[in-house]
């Protein structure tokens, strides 16, 4: 297989095999085979979603993490209603949901979690940004009011004297 007029590769220290460069691939040239008996072949259904139980702390869904994450610790944000910023360097594999022996859906938590960042950056953002619109009108109110009294001052100075 393969495209000849192409130019491809793949990173396998960094593959996860979590199969996102499938649809992006042009040549349609990347084929996903097991690295070894212990992992499942790509494309494989996954097991059928159990009632989630509540986190057991066993700490399986961190050796898991392809990008060395702490599901666990995001796990706990998520239910705690905190934002974390760390959240972003998820890839969505769901290598720790697969994980899990509760069942959590891990994968779908951290997206809630990202949406629920993002809002809270950009409530943040906006806020930064009103005062310093604020700011900024203050000072400029404050400059016209400052030039106003100067040059009020200055006429009283070159007015006529009647007397």
Same mark, same amino acid.
């Given at each position: !297989?393969?495209?000849?007029?192409? #130019?491809?590769?793949?990173?396998?220290?960094? +593959?996860?095999? +979590?199969?996102?460069?499938?649809?992006?691939?042009?040549?349609?040239?990347?084929?996903?085979? %097991?690295?070894? %008996?212990?992992?499942?072949?790509?494309?494989?259904?996954?097991?059928?979603?159990?009632?989630?139980?509540?986190?057991? @702390?066993? @700490?399986? +869904?961190?050796?898991?993490?392809?990008?060395?994450?702490? %599901? /666990?610790?995001?796990?706990?944000? &998520?239910?705690?209603?905190?934002?974390? !910023?760390?959240? &972003?360097?998820?890839?969505? +594999?769901?290598?720790?949901?697969?994980?899990?022996?509760?069942?959590?859906? #891990?994968?779908?938590? &951290?997206?809630?979690?990202?949406?629920?960042?993002?809002?809270?950056?950009?409530?943040?953002?906006?806020?930064?940004? !009103?005062?310093?619109?604020?700011?900024?009108?203050?000072?400029? *109110?404050?400059?016209?009011?400052?030039?106003?009294?100067?040059?009020? !001052?200055?006429? *009283?100075?070159?007015?006529? /004297?009647?007397?």
């Amino acid at each position: !297989a393969g495209a000849p007029k192409y #130019l491809h590769g793949v990173i396998e220290e960094r +593959c996860t095999g +979590c199969e996102l460069c499938l649809p992006a691939c042009p040549a349609d040239c990347i084929e996903l085979v %097991p690295r070894s %008996p212990s992992t499942p072949i790509v494309g494989t259904p996954p097991r059928a979603p159990a009632p989630a139980l509540p986190c057991i @702390g066993c @700490g399986r +869904c961190m050796p898991a993490c392809p990008v060395d994450l702490d %599901p /666990q610790a995001l796990h706990i944000a &998520f239910e705690g209603g905190e934002a974390d !910023a760390s959240v &972003f360097d998820c890839i969505e +594999c769901t290598a720790c949901t697969r994980a899990c022996p509760s069942g959590i859906d #891990l994968v779908s938590e &951290f997206r809630a979690l990202k949406d629920r960042t993002s809002r809270e950056r950009e409530i943040a953002e906006r806020a930064q940004t !009103a005062r310093l619109h604020s700011e900024a009108r203050n000072d400029r *109110l404050a400059r016209e009011v400052e030039e106003h009294e100067t040059r009020r !001052a200055e006429r *009283l100075r070159t007015t006529h /004297q009647w007397q």
